[in-house]
Nanobody, 127 residues
Framework: QVQLVESGGGLVQAGGSLRLSCAAS????????MGWFRQAPMKEREFVAT????????YYADSVKGRFTISRENAKSTVYLQMNSLKPEDTAVYYC????????????????????WGQGTQVTVSS
């Protein structure tokens, strides 16, 4: 069992930056692939970024590529999402997710591939 707790959300002006953190409990964090998703009001949850167990492989949604960076510190059981050049359309609740399975990239972009979810943290970008 893995418990995930996100933090770092808030209100920021367009063009600004935020860093989200997701702290995981459990002894096997280093074996989990991690993902970030987001959900805006009246929209479906959408993929943002994913990182494999070692941090050696990452993948991003086209909408955030070049602006967001996912990383992890296995010693701290934490995954991060550095968000730069934020836009109003980035406004959403951001969720981190974990899975113990080895995922192909085409699968890692879907919410159903993940077994554990955090409660989410709100990010609001003002224009």
């Amino acid at each position: 069992q893995v418990q995930l707790v996100e933090s770092g959300g808030g209100l920021v002006q367009a063009g600004g930056s935020l860093r989200l953190s997701c702290a995981a409990s459990g002894r096997t964090f280093s074996s989990y692939a991690m993902g970030w998703f987001r959900q805006a009001p009246m929209k479906e949850r959408e993929f943002v970024a994913t990182i494999n167990w070692s941090g050696g492989h990452t993948y991003y949604a086209d909408s955030v590529k070049g602006r967001f960076t996912i990383s992890r510190e296995n010693a701290k059981s934490t995954v991060y999402l550095q968000m730069n050049s934020l836009k109003p359309e980035d406004t959403a609740v951001y969720y981190c997710a974990a899975t113990g399975r080895s995922l192909a990239i085409t699968i890692a972009t879907t919410p159903g591939a993940y077994d554990y979810w955090g409660q989410g943290t709100q990010v609001t970008v003002s224009s």
